[in-house]
């Protein structure tokens, strides 16, 4: 069996954008059958909305509700075959809180999206305390992945460098900042995914957990107050899951290795790439593991985030 954790979906209406001159690839229909021809028994749907950016409250509300209403749509249309994340802004303010706990509690949509940023604000940040006793209420899982851009992108605007290199490291700096920031020691039942294994993060751990035990010596790197952690940061991350996409299978060893393979979960984040599929796939198939590890990797951790069976799966 193979759960597709990253798979994006846009609205109709974004896929009428012009941007994609009448070809969008993030139709359900195309993620459906992408799905179909590589095997994939159950799609996890996500919107990342980086249309969201520099748009009112007001204005986020509105799109962040068009999208949850479709997914549970999506949801509903095809039981058994697609099960689809809420989107929200964990800093947006009691309104978007709001639409969470309605995308959650009314609209039954089995877990939440987050960008690592927005309009460069994290969600470790006070503003999104809220959003982190929401989704710690109800035991759901929330999956951090990149924005269109974040920090740094004027350097970052030739050679497609803010999609291979931008978005990974503000994904990294998140997952760092929810790390430090003593979200998970707040927040100990979370069950957070981070995409893209990480950005990184399973290479940089090492630095963060020296930078973190060296408290007197490393006094030149600077500040490491508040402390608001009890364990070394690599504790934490081994609390986490990560997804699987990266494509290079030295860099999925080593998330392998960091997190073990109960903390590893296949995705593919294709389409919009749609030849991707296969590879993401074949990289699962070619880490060094047993049968057992593989099965877990492709749908056994994200069955038991979703709170699922096998018997569920399938359908129409």
């Known amino acids: 069996m193979i759960v597709e954790w ?104 089995k877990g939440v999206f987050i960008n690592s940023s927005w309009e460069h604000n994290y969600p470790d940040e006070d503003e999104a305390m809220p959003f982190w006793e929401i989704v710690a209420e109800r035991d759901v899982p929330v999956m951090i992945h990149p924005p269109h851009v974040g920090y740094g992108e004027e350097k970052m605007r030739e050679y497609r460098l803010a999609s291979s290199i931008g978005r990974p ?16 020691e707040r927040f100990p039942s979370l069950k957070i995914v981070g995409s893209h294994i990480g950005g990184g993060i399973c290479d940089m751990i090492g630095r963060m957990d020296y930078a973190y035990e060296l408290q007197d010596e490393a006094f030149f790197l600077g500040s490491y107050s508040p402390m608001l952690i009890k364990a070394p940061p690599s504790h934490y991350l081994k609390k986490m899951y990560l997804d699987s996409v990266c494509y290079a299978l030295p860099a999925a060893k080593c998330a392998l290795e960091t997190m073990g393979a109960e903390h590893v979960i296949y995705g593919s984040d294709a389409p919009p790439l749609t030849s991707l599929k296969p590879r993401a796939i074949q990289l699962v198939r070619d880490l060094p593991v047993d049968e057992t590890d593989r099965e877990k990797i492709f749908a056994g951790n994200a069955l038991r985030l979703l709170k699922l069976s096998p018997a569920q799966i399938g359908g129409n």
Not at 11 to 27: F, K, L, N, V
Not at 169 to 184: E, H, K, S, Y
């Open 169 to 184: 490291a503000d994904n990294c700096l998140a997952l760092a900042r929810i790390i430090v920031r003593g979200i998970l």
């Open 6 to 109: 990253h798979n994006h979906v846009h609205t109709p209406e974004e896929a009428a954008d012009p941007i994609w001159q009448g070809r969008c690839p993030m139709t359900i229909e195309n993620v459906l059958e992408q799905c179909r021809k590589c095997g994939v028994d159950l799609c996890v749907v996500s919107n990342a909305m980086h249309h969201l950016r520099g748009k009112s409250r007001t204005e986020a509300v509105a799109l962040l509700r068009r999208w949850d209403d479709y997914a549970a749509g999506l949801q509903e249309s095809y039981r058994g075959r697609v099960v689809s994340f809420a989107t929200t802004i964990p800093g947006g303010g009691p309104e978007i809180h709001r639409e969470l706990v309605r995308a959650l509690d009314q609209l039954k949509l």
